[in-house]
């Protein structure tokens, strides 16, 4: 909840010029931060219950491991030559 106060903050500061001023851009920040977490952890639930059919089989998991490890090397070798 810390962090999420420090974005908000720090979010209602640097659009402090819109209408309501910081006090409502720090609320509507925090209020769609709260609903993208409600949506985000409902639907990895939900995809949970769906996908555990499939990575019944150690073959699934190979190929998500696989995925995430092409994934880190790219943003690793990204983030190495200055990207």
């Known amino acids: ?9 720090g979010y209602a500061a640097a659009h402090a010029g819109g209408e309501g001023g910081p006090d409502a851009a720090r609320w509507i920040y925090g209020a769609g931060a709260m609903v993208a977490s409600v949506v985000w952890f409902t639907a990895l639930g ?9 990575f019944a089989r150690p073959g699934a998991w190979r190929v998500l491991d696989g995925a995430i490890a092409v994934v880190m090397a790219t943003i690793g070798v990204s983030l190495l030559l200055g990207g």
């Open 1 to 9: 909840m810390l962090l999420l106060g420090s974005l908000a903050a």
């Open 46 to 54: 939900y995809g949970a219950r769906l996908l555990a059919p499939v």
